[in-house]
């Protein structure tokens, strides 16, 4: 079965400092990788997409990930974090033939003065 | 305005009791999708749709009903609901195929407790 695993419940970051939520996949064939990110009592948004091409996706936000074929990997990073960062971060895997993604378990972030 | 609707956003019953969720997209966007949110599971799929009148489960659908008469509507009814679904529920909607798919628009999400 196609799926996400995001090994972090928590990530703790100094403000300023450079960010990274981990994501790993396990897919069959070409994975379509995804985050999503979620501000206290909201819906999920949408943060970026690696469908093909670079390995370095930018995003909304100044967020950008870093897929890792080898290391069957879809970081999530930013050089600079801002205390309006924290959030719950959802990393996410097409699955179901293109018609349904599937999500991880979420990591939350927060970011610290 | 456009957008994805959901309501109610809060609503508390109890165990044995009927209950819907209702979610209005103003996009005509075809797909609909609700999922649950639960701690430590993050977000599972209950049902989806890919049209109007074409529904197929997901990760978790018992105890779940859908229906899909107009593009625009996708209610999730409860039939007997139980304790153990209580959660945040979001319906989510999205292009068809193509370019954009996995970009999907989420509601705001509908609260529910089940005592």
Redesign the interface.
């Known amino acids: 079965a196609q799926s996400v695993a995001q090994p972090e419940d928590q990530v703790n970051v100094a403000e300023g400092n450079p960010l990274t939520v981990k994501c790993t996949y396990s897919v069959s064939g070409n994975p379509y990788l995804f985050w999503y990110v979620q501000y206290p009592n909201r819906g999920l948004q949408f943060l970026l997409k690696y469908i093909t091409g670079d390995n370095l996706v930018k995003g909304s936000y100044g967020f950008e990930a870093e897929f890792n074929k080898s290391q069957t990997s879809f970081h999530l990073k930013k050089p600079s974090a801002l205390v309006s960062d924290s959030a719950l971060y959802f990393c996410a895997v097409l699955t179901g033939g293109g018609n349904k993604l599937t999500f991880g378990t979420g990591t939350q972030l927060k970011v610290e003065l | 305005d456009a957008g994805i609707t959901q309501s109610p956003r809060y609503k508390i019953t109890e165990t044995g009791r009927q209950v819907t969720l209702m979610c209005h997209q103003t996009w005509s966007h075809s797909?609909m999708?609700w999922?649950r949110q639960d701690l430590?599971?993050?977000?599972?799929?209950i049902y989806?749709s890919?049209a109007a009148d074409i529904t197929?489960k997901?990760?978790v659908p018992d105890g779940y009903v859908v229906s899909r008469s107009k593009t625009e509507n996708f209610p999730l009814t409860l039939e007997s609901a139980t304790r153990s679904q209580t959660s945040v529920y979001?319906c989510?909607s999205r292009m068809g195929?193509g370019?954009n798919?996995?970009?999907?628009?989420?509601?705001?999400?509908s609260r529910l407790t089940v005592l």
């Open positions: 797909y999708f999922y430590g599971h993050g977000l599972r799929l989806y890919a197929d997901g990760e979001f989510a195929q370019k798919t996995g970009e999907l628009f989420f509601g705001e999400g």
